[in-house]
C-alpha cells in the first residue's frame, strides 16, 4: 500500500511538471503578442479551469487559451470566439456570457475582475501568489477522504 501511494506521488509530480510546461509555452507565446490576462476558477475536486488571454491596451482580446479539467492532462485550447472582442463588452453581456459553459463563463468573470482590479491599481496580493499547497491536490484530497472513511469504520467497531 505504501509502494502505491509513494508511486502516485512521483507520477503525479512528475506529470504535474508536464502541465506547469504547457502552461509556461501557452503563457510565453501570448506574452509575445502583449499583456496577458489570466482568469481562473480552481476545484479541488470537480472540474477547474484557466483562462489565458492576450489584450491590447484598449482591452481587445488578440487570443484566446482555455485549459478545463480534472487530471493533469488537461491541455489549453484556443477560444477563437472571443477573438477580436473586447473584453469589457463580453463581460457585461449577459446573453453573450450564456452561450459559453459554466466553467469558461466563471474564468472569463474572474479575468475580467483581475482587468479591472489592474487598471484601477487595486489588484490583491494574492492574485500574484503562484504557490500551490501540495496537498490541496487531488491525490491527497482522496487519500484524505478514504483515511477519513477507514477511521469512521474502525471508531464504530
Not at 502552461?23 to 510565453?28: L, M, P, V
Not at 488537461?74 to 453581456?93: R, S, V, Y
Request: proline share 1%; net charge positive.
Amino acid at each position: 500500500m505504501g509502494l502505491f501511494i509513494a508511486t502516485a506521488f512521483i507520477m503525479q509530480g512528475i506529470l504535474g511538471i508536464f502541465q506547469i510546461k504547457n502552461f509556461t509555452r501557452n503563457y510565453h507565446e501570448l506574452r509575445i503578442q502583449g499583456k496577458v490576462l489570466v482568469g481562473r476558477n480552481p476545484q479541488k475536486i470537480r472540474s477547474g479551469s484557466l483562462i489565458l488571454m492576450s489584450l491590447d491596451n484598449t482591452g481587445k482580446i488578440k487570443e484566446a487559451r482555455i485549459m478545463k479539467g480534472v487530471t493533469i492532462f488537461a491541455k489549453f485550447k484556443e477560444l477563437e470566439k472571443l477573438t477580436g472582442q473586447q473584453l469589457q463588452i463580453i463581460a457585461a453581456d449577459y446573453n453573450y456570457l450564456k452561450s459559453f459553459d459554466n466553467l469558461t463563463r466563471s474564468c472569463l468573470l474572474d479575468a475580467y475582475k483581475n482587468y479591472v482590479n489592474f487598471k484601477t491599481g487595486k489588484m490583491d496580493e494574492k492574485a500574484f501568489d503562484t504557490t500551490v499547497n501540495i496537498f490541496s491536490m487531488p491525490l491527497f484530497t482522496r487519500l484524505n477522504e478514504i483515511k477519513n472513511k477507514l477511521l469512521l469504520k474502525l471508531s464504530g467497531s
